[in-house]
C-alpha cells in the first residue's frame, strides 16, 4: 500500500479536523502570549505579578515562603511531565493492540476501519503529548534555574545587584510559566484528539470546546476579572 492509498483511508473531514485542531492549537496559544495591553490574558497579568512577587522578595526576610511556592511550581511540572510518560506509554501499548481498540471504537461510531487509521488517530494524540512531556521538563528546569537565581538576589535594596537580580529571577520565572501553560494546553488538545476515535464531527466539536474553554479562561473568566483588578471584592465584616 503506496503513501497515497493510505492517505485515500481518511475522508476529505478527517482532514479537515485535524487541520482546525491544529489551527485552534497554535492560534489560541499565539493570542494569549500577543494579547493586547488593552485586554491582556491571565498569562500575561501574572507575568507582572511574577515581577511584583520578585520585587517584594528583596527585603523579605527569611524567604521560606518564597522557597516553599518555587518548590509547589517545581513539583507541578514535575507531576503533569510524570503523568504525560505514562499516557505516551499507555497510546504505545494501544498502537501494539489496535484491535481491541478498534472493536470499541466502531462500537461508539458505528464504522469500520483498518488497523492503520486507528493508528494515526492515536499518533496524533501522542505528538500532543508529547510536546506536552517536553515543555514540562523544561519548565520544571527553568523554575531550577529561577530557584538558584532567587538565592542569588541579595537581602537589602541597598546593595545595587538586588533589584537586577530580582528582575532575572522573574524573567526566568516568567519564562518557566510559559513552557507550562504551552504544556497543559498540549495536554487539552490531546484530550481533545481522542474524540477522532469516534468521528471527525467529534473532533471537530471537541476542538471547538477546547478552543472556547480556553479563551474564556484566559480572556473572560472570574479569575481574570481579579488579576486585572476589574471585580470588586466584597469587604470583610
Known amino acids: 500500500m503506496t503513501l497515497l492509498d493510505r492517505i485515500a483511508l481518511f475522508s476529505p473531514l478527517d482532514l479537515a479536523a485535524c487541520l482546525l485542531l491544529m489551527l485552534c492549537w497554535i492560534g489560541i496559544g499565539w493570542r494569549i502570549e500577543h494579547a493586547t495591553s488593552e485586554h491582556p490574558s491571565v498569562s500575561g497579568l501574572m507575568a507582572e ?16 515562603f518564597d522557597a516553599q511556592l518555587i518548590a509547589n511550581l517545581r513539583q507541578g511540572s514535575a507531576f503533569f511531565a510524570s503523568a504525560s510518560m505514562i ?17 470499541v471504537a466502531q462500537d461508539l461510531s458505528l464504522e469500520s476501519a483498518p488497523a492503520f487509521v486507528w493508528e494515526v488517530k492515536i499518533l496524533l494524540v501522542l505528538l500532543l503529548l508529547s510536546n506536552a512531556f517536553l515543555k514540562y521538563v523544561w519548565a520544571h528546569r527553568l ?30 520565572s516568567i519564562t518557566a510559566a510559559r513552557s507550562f501553560n504551552r504544556a497543559m494546553r498540549s495536554t487539552y488538545f490531546a484530550l481533545a484528539a481522542v474524540a477522532w476515535l469516534i468521528g471527525p464531527w467529534a473532533l471537530v466539536a471537541a476542538t471547538i470546546v477546547t478552543f472556547a474553554v480556553l479563551y474564556r479562561r484566559e480572556f473572560a473568566s472570574q479569575s481574570r476579572q481579579i ?11
Open 227 to 237: 488579576c486585572s483588578g476589574s471585580r470588586q471584592t466584597r469587604p470583610h465584616p
Open 49 to 64: 505579578f511574577r515581577h511584583a512577587w520578585m520585587n517584594q522578595m528583596v527585603q523579605r526576610d527569611p524567604r521560606i
Open 87 to 103: 499516557a505516551i506509554g499507555g497510546g504505545l501499548a494501544l498502537i501494539g493492540n489496535t484491535d481491541q481498540l478498534a472493536g
Open 143 to 172: 523554575f531550577g534555574y529561577c530557584f538558584v537565581l532567587m538565592a542569588a538576589v541579595p537581602n537589602t535594596d541597598a546593595d545595587p545587584r538586588a533589584y537586577p537580580r530580582a528582575r532575572q529571577a522573574a524573567d526566568l
